[in-house]
C-alpha cells in the first residue's frame, strides 16, 4: 500500500472518529437535558448507572449498537464471499431475528432467580456472537455465520422480555409509561448508532471504493473487532442491572 493511501486512511479514520465522538457527546447531552426537563423522554434516573433504569436502558443501547454491523453488513458480505444471491443472504441473516424469538418464546414462562440470570446469559451470549461473527466472515463461512446470528439473536432472545420487566418494575407507576416507550427509542437510536459506526469502519477499510473479495474480508473483520468493546460494555452493563433486586 502507497503511502498516499495510508495518509488517506489515517485523515478519514480521524475525522471519523472526531464526529462519532461529537455524535456520542450529543447523545450524552441529550439524556443531561432530558433529566432536567419537565416533560421527558426517559425516565427518572435514566442518566445514572447506579440506577436499574440507567443499567437496563444502557444495556439495550449498547447491545443493540453492537449487533447492527451483522444485518447491514452481512448479506453484502455473504454475497461476495460465499456467492449467495440477496435473498438466500437475506435468509441467512434472518436467522437472528428467528433465534430471538424461538430463544424468548422457550424461557417466557422463567420467574424466581432465571430472569436475572437469563440477562447475564443473554448480554453474554450476543456478546460472543459478535466476536465469533469477526472469526466467520471473513472466511465466508455460511454455517459459521449461521451460528454468529443465532448466538446474537438467542442473546436477545434470552434477556430482552426480562430487561424490560426489571426496567419497568423499578419504576414508579406514573414513570411506566414513558419507561416503556423510552425502551423503543433506546433500541432504534442504539440501530441508528450501530449502523453509522459499521458504516464508517466499513467505508474505513475500502467498502465505499466497490465491493471485492479484499474489502469484504477486510469489512467481515473490522466491522466486528471495532464494536467488540461495545459489546462488552453491554455485559457489564447487565451485570449492574442485575446486582441488586429490583
Do not use: C
Not at 8 to 15: E, K, L
Not at 84 to 102: D, P, R
Not at 110 to 122: D, S
Not at 211 to 233: C, D, H, N, R
Amino acid at each position: 500500500m502507497s503511502a498516499k493511501p495510508m495518509a488517506d486512511m489515517a485523515h478519514d479514520f480521524a475525522r471519523s472518529t472526531a464526529l462519532i465522538g461529537f455524535g456520542i457527546a450529543l447523545l450524552a447531552a441529550m439524556v443531561w437535558v432530558d433529566g432536567r426537563s419537565s416533560v421527558r423522554l426517559l425516565p427518572k434516573g435514566s442518566g445514572s448507572l447506579k440506577t436499574i433504569a440507567g443499567a437496563g436502558l444502557a444495556t439495550m443501547f449498547l447491545l443493540t449498537t453492537a449487533s447492527m454491523g451483522f444485518s447491514i453488513y452481512g448479506p453484502a458480505i455473504l454475497q461476495t464471499l460465499a456467492g449467495f444471491s440477496a435473498l438466500a443472504a437475506g435468509y441467512v441473516i434472518a436467522g437472528e431475528a428467528a433465534a430471538w424469538t424461538v430463544l424468548g418464546l422457550i424461557v417466557a414462562h422463567l420467574t424466581g432467580a432465571w430472569p436475572v440470570r437469563m440477562i447475564r446469559l443473554g448480554a453474554v451470549v450476543a456478546m460472543l456472537g459478535v466476536l465469533f461473527s469477526a472469526l466467520v466472515f471473513p472466511s465466508g463461512s455460511v454455517w459459521g455465520v449461521i451460528v454468529a446470528g443465532l448466538f446474537l439473536g438467542g442473546g436477545f432472545g434470552l434477556s430482552w422480555a426480562f430487561m424490560s420487566q426489571r426496567i419497568l418494575a423499578a419504576l414508579p407507576l406514573e414513570e411506566r409509561a414513558i419507561g416503556a416507550a423510552a425502551m423503543t427509542t433506546v433500541r432504534l437510536t442504539g440501530a441508528a448508532v450501530g449502523a453509522a459506526a459499521a458504516g464508517a469502519v466499513a467505508n474505513l477499510v475500502g467498502f465505499s471504493e466497490g465491493l471485492s473479495e479484499a474489502t469484504a474480508k477486510a469489512a467481515g473483520l473490522w466491522v466486528f473487532i471495532s464494536i467488540l468493546p461495545v459489546a462488552m460494555l453491554g455485559v457489564w452493563t447487565a451485570w449492574r442491572l442485575t446486582a441488586r433486586p429490583a
